[in-house]
């Protein structure tokens, strides 16, 4: 039970994780949101200040913060608001109402959601987290990390280089903490490299300004930039692999790395960018698949109509065995009015006899083939337009009991 309350709550539940190493694969039973999402959730009520909001994220080290009333999400408060807020108007900002600033309606998801479709509604909406929740009620929070760490590990991927941002944006060592809230919110982005001449030193994100606001340690608009910085740098060479560089990312607990080295930056990669290329991996494995199950339904209805034809083609040579028997019976009983011995041979016969085997025995193979094949294509999801060609069987069965 969610126990909501005007500074926030926390649950005493486990986050659902996936295990270290899981590798899944792109399959019809997807990982859905449910089994990755944090069960733990922050919450303010709607009529606590900004600042509050600010410190309590800062506390439990969260990128947002649910807001609630009666137990129903009715906003949410981001870094990129704080961001924002900080960025054009600091004073008024922290000292104003959640409910003024926050985001909403919030984007939220049923549990069965798969985790390639939370991606692509998450890119789609240009938000880092989704509320899961079932009959309206909060029972969970995923996040981008959540969404990088189960996408990376359904498929092998390219080389970093191959998804990297190439414009970075940088500033210098002297800009202050406002100067590059502005660049990151006139820029939509989340994070801005700090160089001193042409050597990066250090990496300033949304979440690095958050956390010297909430210690309320200067003002902003006089901070240098570098009293926030992360440092030193973690850098990537382009060669590295997309896997490699999400788990770098997992392990380091950090949400972006430089590509090249401090002296030659060549890219920036963000967990976005792993999750733009993942799904459109996916996305690919997922028509690639929808394209066989066409192909295998094409190549089922095919042998269904040989074997069709081959069925046919059984049918006349039993009437034409037919046909010979009973002209081989009519010529007999002709003879044998003249002569005792029988105007067909035995060997004549019992070639007829193992050729009524022959024929049994192709015909039984023939419709276990025509039964796998149907059940190949149900195996995949796709249905047959062919119908069962008609059977031979009892013309075979009739005349190899004549002795034909």
């Known amino acids: 039970m969610l126990d909501f309350n005007e500074i926030g709550y926390r649950t005493e539940t486990t986050p659902a994780t996936t295990e270290t190493g899981l590798s899944l694969e792109f399959s019809d039973t997807e990982l859905n949101v449910g089994d990755i999402m944090t069960e733990t959730i922050i919450s303010v009520g709607p009529h606590g200040t900004v600042g509050l909001a600010i410190q309590e994220m800062a506390r439990y080290k969260i990128s947002c913060i649910l807001v609630v009333t009666a137990g129903r999400a009715v906003g949410i408060l981001t870094e990129r608001d704080v961001l924002r807020g900080i960025a054009t108007r600091y004073s008024d900002f922290v000292r104003a109402t959640i409910a003024e600033e926050m985001s909403q309606p919030v984007i939220s998801v049923d549990p069965n959601t798969t985790v390639l479709a939370a991606s692509k509604l998450m890119a789609c909406k240009k938000i880092k987290r989704l509320l899961i929740t079932r009959e309206q009620h909060p029972v969970g929070v995923v996040t981008q990390t959540d969404i990088t760490s189960a996408l990376t590990s359904m498929s092998p991927f390219r080389d970093i280089a191959s998804l990297m941002t190439r414009d970075v944006v940088t500033v210098s060592e002297t800009a202050t903490m406002t100067e590059a809230a502005q660049l990151m919110a006139t820029g939509n982005i989340s994070c801005v490299v700090i160089v001193r001449g042409n050597k990066a030193v250090g990496i300033a994100t949304e979440r690095d300004i958050l956390q010297r606001v909430a210690l309320s340690r200067g003002d902003p608009r006089t901070t240098p930039v570098t ?73 089922a209805d095919s042998a269904m109509t040989n074997l069709s034809s081959i069925q046919d083609l059984f049918q006349e040579i039993l009437c034409h065995h037919r046909f010979v028997g009973e002209s081989a019976k009519t010529a007999e009983s002709r003879e044998n009015a003249a002569s005792p011995r029988s105007a067909i041979s035995e060997c004549d016969q019992d070639e007829a006899t193992l050729h009524g085997r022959i024929l049994k025995e192709l015909e039984t193979r023939i419709l276990q083939t025509q039964d796998s094949l149907a059940k190949l294509a149900s195996m995949v999801g796709v249905p047959t337009s062919g119908k069962p060609a008609p059977t031979a069987a009892d013309h075979l069965l009739g005349w190899s009991e004549t002795g034909v």
Request: charged share 20%.
């Open 227 to 299: 009293e926030i910085m992360s440092s030193p740098v973690v850098t990537v060479p382009p060669t590295f692999s997309v896997m490699s560089t999400s788990r770098m990312m997992d392990q380091m607990r950090i949400h972006r790395l430089l590509v090249g080295s401090t002296t030659d930056i060549q890219g920036i990669v963000t967990q976005t960018d792993i999750i733009t290329a993942v799904q459109r991996k996916l996305e690919e494995a997922c028509q690639a698949r929808l394209q066989t199950k066409s192909d295998v339904g094409r190549l």
